[in-house]
């Protein structure tokens, strides 16, 4: 069983910057790809980055040159950079954990309970 919590959501304004993190509670944590996903009001939830056990990243368009994922897998976490926040970067950002960096939501085994980010324009 793996278990993921999330942290370090809030309100920013555009162009601001904001730091994700999720702790990861599984003795084979450099073992695990994890991933980023995030769903806005109203609409699916959708891929933002991964990163696999050696750290291979892979970023949607959306978000490529602005957000960064590392991994430490000594403290078992996962961070999420974002940098250059735009008012449609709002939304709930989950982080979650599969066998392989997949893009798609049915690639991840658990899912944290999520961290809502707020850009203001």
């Known amino acids: 069983q793996v278990q993921l919590v999330e942290s370090g959501g809030g309100l920013v304004q555009a162009g601001g910057s904001l730091r994700l993190s999720c702790a990861a509670s599984v003795r084979t944590f450099r073992t695990w790809a994890m991933a980023w996903f995030r769903q806005a009001p109203g609409k699916e939830r959708e891929f933002v980055a991964a990163?696999?056990?050696?750290?291979?990243?892979y970023f949607a368009d959306s978000v490529k040159g602005r957000f960064t994922i590392s991994r430490d897998n000594a403290k078992k976490t996962v961070d999420l950079q974002m940098s250059s926040l735009r008012p449609e970067d709002t939304a709930v950002y989950y982080c979650?954990?599969?066998?392989?960096?997949?893009?798609?939501?049915?690639?991840?085994?658990?899912w944290g309970q999520g961290t809502q980010v707020t850009v203001s324009s």
């Open positions: 979650a954990a599969g066998l392989t960096p997949a893009p798609s939501l049915d690639g991840y085994d658990y």
């Open positions: 990163i696999s056990g050696p750290g291979g990243t």
